[in-house]
């Protein structure tokens, strides 16, 4: 999901969204520590996922945007 479309969520979908994605992360995690995980990638596209989230939440705050 690019940041256009986190910033035309409302910040409870955002929310949502966010908790979804930590439990894809843990599950993620999981994966990798039993050798099951086929894409490397996932994770780190996970992290910068939830930091997107989290960028929009905190300029809504502040009011920048």
Do not use: C, H
Not at 4 to 33: C, P
Request: proline share 2%; net charge positive; charged share 40%.
């Amino acid at each position: 999901m690019k940041i256009e479309e986190i910033r035309s969520l409302s910040g409870e979908e955002i929310k949502k969204q966010m908790d979804g994605t930590y439990r894809e992360m843990m599950e993620v995690r999981f994966k990798t520590a039993t050798k099951q995980l086929q894409n490397n990638r996932e994770l780190p596209r996970l992290k910068k996922q939830i930091a997107r989230f989290m960028t929009v939440l905190r300029e809504r705050t502040l009011g920048l945007r």
